[in-house]
Every structure is written in structure tokens, then in C-alpha cells.
């Protein structure tokens, strides 16, 4: 599977301490795993002159207080708060002043965020995705891509989860739904 370097971006999906690290407060073992091959796939996204696209799942600590219904620190406690050390991207994916560092409060990296109009003037159209969790922000970062008229392509060993079932189910879902998979090594920029 080819991609465009002029038309694509490959977007890293929360790859955190607050995810990936052991003394994160989300931490899965899979994701920390995801590090080395996200790394691999940034290293080649730049060489071939590729945007490289991180996102960053952050919460002010009164951010659900006033919900009617969506509150992710009931569901899943108090994570990667504004400013916090687990906010932060893992040191091993060095964050470059060229890269878009997206900041969002939801699963999803297109909602109340810059990332479509960003894209879009870059006239961007393919996303190569990857990074943690399957089944949560990678999924619903895929989703609204597609829904928007990206070729979304979930790179399927370069993504963190929990259970082994959440990321067949996120990686089945994501290919029947609205887009594709690659293996990394399938992939060339």
C-alpha cells in the first residue's frame, strides 16, 4: 500500500504517559508495546517527508462537572489532566516543532479541534493511523475521518489496546465500517 507523501499525514493517536507508561493511570501493557512500531512508522513518515500529525488527550479537572451525560472520569477515573506529566507525550516519539500537536477533550481528534482545517489546507486526504487505544480514540479518530471524506487506514501492529478482543473488534469494525488496514511493513511513503 502506497501513500502520497504530498497528500498524507500520519496521525499518532495518544501516545502518552498517562496510556503507555507503567506509572500512568490508564496504563496497558499493549500500549507501551505501540511505542517502538509508532516510532518506526514516524521515522519513515519524515524521511519521506510526510506531516506527522500527534494527538493528545487532555482533561481540565472541572472539564465534566457540568455534564449532562458524557463524563469520561466517571467511566474511567480521573486521566491525563491539563498539565500533567501523564498529558505528555512518551519521550521515545520526540515531538518536532513541524509536527501538529492536537489537543482534544473526547475520543475523537476531529471534534472542537483545528485537525480538519489543518488538513484540509494542506489538502491533505489520507491518514495513516496508529497509536492507543484501538477501540476508544483510535477508532472514533478513524471513524470521524472517514465520515469526512479521509481515506482513514488504521495500521494494525502499531496500535495500543487493553484486551486482545478490544483490538479485533476495533480493527474489524474500522476495516467493515469505513476504511482499510495495513501492516507497517505493507506500507510504503
Same mark, same amino acid.
Given at each position: 500500500?502506497?501513500?502520497?507523501?504530498?497528500?498524507?499525514?500520519?496521525?499518532?493517536?495518544?501516545?502518552?504517559?498517562?496510556?503507555?507508561h507503567?506509572?500512568?493511570?490508564?496504563?496497558?501493557?499493549?500500549?507501551?508495546?505501540?511505542?517502538?512500531?509508532?516510532?518506526?512508522l514516524?521515522?519513515r513518515?519524515?524521511?519521506?517527508?510526510?506531516?506527522?500529525?500527534?494527538?493528545?488527550?487532555?482533561?481540565?479537572?472541572?472539564?465534566?462537572?457540568?455534564?449532562h451525560?458524557?463524563?469520561?472520569?466517571?467511566?474511567?477515573?480521573?486521566?491525563v489532566?491539563?498539565?500533567?506529566?501523564?498529558?505528555?507525550?512518551?519521550?521515545?516519539?520526540? *515531538?518536532?516543532? /513541524? &509536527?501538529? $500537536?492536537?489537543?482534544?477533550?473526547?475520543? @475523537?481528534?476531529f471534534?472542537?479541534? %483545528?485537525?480538519?482545517? +489543518?488538513?484540509?489546507?494542506?489538502?491533505?486526504?489520507?491518514?495513516?493511523?496508529?497509536?492507543?487505544?484501538?477501540?476508544?480514540?483510535?477508532?472514533?479518530?478513524?471513524?470521524?475521518?472517514?465520515?469526512?471524506?479521509?481515506?482513514p *487506514?488504521?495500521? /494494525? &501492529?502499531? $496500535?495500543?489496546?487493553?484486551?486482545?478482543? @478490544?483490538?479485533?473488534?476495533?480493527? %474489524?469494525?474500522?476495516? +467493515?465500517?469505513?476504511?482499510?488496514?495495513?501492516?507497517?511493513?505493507?506500507?510504503?511513503?
Amino acid at each position: 500500500m502506497e501513500f502520497d507523501s504530498g497528500s498524507t499525514a500520519l496521525v499518532v493517536v495518544d501516545m502518552q504517559n498517562g496510556f503507555c507508561h507503567p506509572d500512568g493511570s490508564l496504563y496497558a501493557p499493549p500500549s507501551e508495546a505501540a511505542i517502538e512500531p509508532v516510532a518506526d512508522l514516524v521515522d519513515r513518515a519524515r524521511d519521506a517527508g510526510v506531516q506527522v500529525v500527534y494527538t493528545r488527550d487532555v482533561h481540565p479537572p472541572e472539564q465534566f462537572e457540568d455534564t449532562h451525560y458524557y463524563d469520561e472520569f466517571d467511566r474511567w477515573g480521573e486521566h491525563v489532566l491539563e498539565d500533567s506529566w501523564e498529558a505528555e507525550i512518551v519521550e521515545e516519539l520526540a *515531538v518536532r516543532e /513541524e &509536527d501538529l $500537536v492536537v489537543e482534544k477533550h473526547t475520543y @475523537d481528534a476531529f471534534h472542537e479541534t %483545528e485537525l480538519d482545517g +489543518w488538513l484540509s489546507a494542506r489538502n491533505v486526504r489520507d491518514l495513516a493511523i496508529c497509536g492507543t487505544l484501538a477501540n476508544v480514540c483510535v477508532l472514533h479518530t478513524a471513524s470521524s475521518a472517514g465520515l469526512r471524506d479521509y481515506r482513514p *487506514v488504521v495500521i /494494525e &501492529d502499531a $496500535v495500543g489496546y487493553i484486551e486482545d478482543d @478490544d483490538r479485533e473488534y476495533a480493527l %474489524e469494525h474500522a476495516e +467493515w465500517l469505513f476504511g482499510e488496514l495495513a501492516g507497517r511493513e505493507e506500507i510504503t511513503f
